[in-house]
């Protein structure tokens, strides 16, 4: 079964920081992996996804995710955070022979200050 | 906005209640999707319907049951309420069942379980 951790529970940053959330999966077969948004009293938005092709895959909002194989990692950056940034940040996998049910981290929550 | 809809936003009710959360998909999407979101376990799917059949269990209690009618809405039951099932409960949609199909997320029904 597919299992998708989040090391990074609460980060912590000020304006025009540099940002990278962690993302590890553990799945033997090929994937496809997201990273999902949530604002403040908001659903989940699709950030940006990765299904084949190059492993650097850029999103809205100026995100952008690196999918490393060998490391079974798809690390979530952003070069400058804006206090708009607060949020909770999912990272999400399903298999590509599977049903399109995602699998996801436990989150992690992002506080920017001002 | 995603086009997800969730009614009602929110629910209390007392241990061995039984409550149903309605969720209306995106426009012309032919699968819907249970997630529940709490502290301690964070987003765990729970069932998947496809153009009214169930396609994929998660997660999902003997308890709770889901239904995908003609028109698409589907409806999440859960009975016999326990403390433990208080939580934010997630719907879905997306347009088919293949693992590139993004899923929509609504905006959640928060049950508060007394």
């Known amino acids: 079964a597919q299992s998708v951790s989040q090391h990074n529970h609460h980060v912590i940053l000020s304006e025009a920081a540099s940002l990278e959330l962690g993302c590890n999966y553990s799945?033997?077969?090929?994937?496809?992996l997201f990273w999902y948004v949530q604002y403040p009293g908001q659903h989940l938005q699709l950030l940006l996804k990765?299904?084949?092709?190059?492993?650097l895959v850029k999103g809205i909002k100026g995100f952008e995710a690196e999918f490393i194989k060998s490391k079974f990692s798809f690390n979530l950056r952003k070069p400058s955070v804006q206090w708009s940034d607060t949020a909770e940040y999912f990272c999400?996998?399903?298999?590509?022979?599977?049903?399109?049910?995602?699998?996801f981290g436990t989150g992690t929550r992002l506080t920017v200050i001002p | 906005d995603s086009g997800v809809t969730q009614t009602p936003k929110h629910l209390i009710t007392a241990t061995g209640q039984r409550v149903t959360l309605r969720c209306s998909p995106r426009?012309?999407?032919?699968?819907v999707y249970w997630y529940q979101q709490s502290l301690d376990q964070g987003l765990q799917f729970l069932i998947q319907?496809?153009?009214?059949?169930?396609?994929a269990k998660g997660n999902i209690l003997e308890r709770f049951s889901a239904q995908q009618f003609p028109d698409l809405h589907s409806e999440l039951n859960l009975s016999s309420l326990e403390l433990g099932d208080s939580a934010l409960y997630f719907c879905?949609?997306?347009?088919?069942?293949?693992?590139?199909?993004?899923?929509?997320f609504g905006n959640g029904t928060r049950l508060t379980v007394t």
């Open positions: 426009s012309g999407d032919l699968s």
């Open positions: 990765y299904f084949s092709g190059d492993p």
């Open positions: 799945y033997g077969g090929t994937v496809n």
């Open positions: 999400a996998v399903n298999a590509l022979s599977g049903a399109n049910n995602l699998f």
């Open positions: 319907y496809y153009n009214g059949e169930e396609r």
């Open positions: 879905a949609s997306s347009d088919g069942t293949g693992s590139n199909s993004p899923l929509h």
